[in-house]
């Protein structure tokens, strides 16, 4: 097994740049050319699955085929799936304090809310909005959370609600998992009125978002920095389409809508900087 790990971490320069290259058109996502690590960590398992002896094999295989399931494949593994319960407590205290106040008095007619978490990963950004929602007494009201990835077996587990206690452990309080969870063998299963405020979609942010929204507030954390400048504006401006005039978009702390002052204005939330919809 030492020996095929190691030939598997061998990568060839123009292998390198032709993942660089799948990765990028199938994702968006700019890789540098010091990532021989990660392509080595995350694509090495894809191919020792199918029966091959190095990441070049794979390389071969995708230029020998078209190969659009082990593209896709190659795309997923790359992508990060980093994600906790409340992370970035300070926004989440944010929306508690300032925004769920005001919607609670702008939308009481209608008593909906409408909410999108856009990288949600493995679900557990979109589920902290819907347990907060909760607490703050909004269970009676409409709430429709959308949870969106551009990988689908994330999207699936994340469906599925359920997770593993070092999961439950990062970011959720004993008293939110002991109210909202139940033991399902190894795992903590969410209740079905939480899961039943959350729909989970497979979604590229790089494709048109017209049909998306009209949003309350947009969850983009920690994703944008892995697009090129470009991109980043694209997504950013379309986002801006699918928030109501005074929405809040909230982004990771390394990331800033910068150059797009006309569409979105910068405010200090307590420890927070929030973005809102012009």
Request: overall charge positive; glycine content about 8%.
């Amino acid at each position: 097994m030492a020996t095929l790990t190691s030939a598997l971490g061998n990568i060839d320069p123009g292998n390198y740049h032709f993942l660089q290259d799948v990765v990028y058109h199938g994702s968006g996502i700019v890789l540098d050319h010091e990532k021989h690590y990660l392509f080595e960590s995350r694509l090495s398992p894809v191919a020792r699955a199918r029966g091959l002896g190095s990441i070049n094999d794979l390389c071969a295989l995708i230029r020998a085929t078209g190969g659009e399931e082990v593209r896709k494949q190659v795309i997923e593994a790359m992508t990060t799936n980093e994600t906790y319960f409340f992370r970035e407590p300070g926004q989440y205290d944010a929306v508690s304090k300032a925004l769920l106040p005001e919607l609670r008095v702008l939308r009481d007619s209608q008593r909906k809310l409408n909410c999108w978490s856009a990288a949600s990963s493995t679900g557990q950004e979109a589920y902290s909005l819907a347990l907060l929602l909760m607490e703050q007494g909004f269970g009676g009201w409409n709430i429709q959370i959308l949870g969106t990835d551009l990988t689908s077996h994330v999207v699936e587990r994340a469906r599925q609600g359920k997770y593993l206690q070092i999961e439950v452990n990062r970011g959720l309080s004993v008293s939110l998992l002991l109210k909202y969870f139940r033991r399902a063998g190894l795992e903590w299963q969410l209740n079905d009125q939480i899961r039943s405020m959350v729909r989970f979609e497979p979604f590229d942010l790089r494709l048109s978002m017209r049909s998306l929204g009209p949003f309350d507030l947009v969850f983009c954390r920690n994703v944008l920095v892995y697009f090129d400048l470009e991109t980043r504006r694209k997504i950013l401006r379309q986002m801006h389409g699918t928030l109501f005039r005074g929405g809040w978009l909230l982004l990771g702390t390394a990331e800033a809508p910068a150059g797009l002052d006309d569409l979105y204005e910068r405010r200090t939330v307590g420890s927070s900087i929030v973005y809102v919809a012009r």
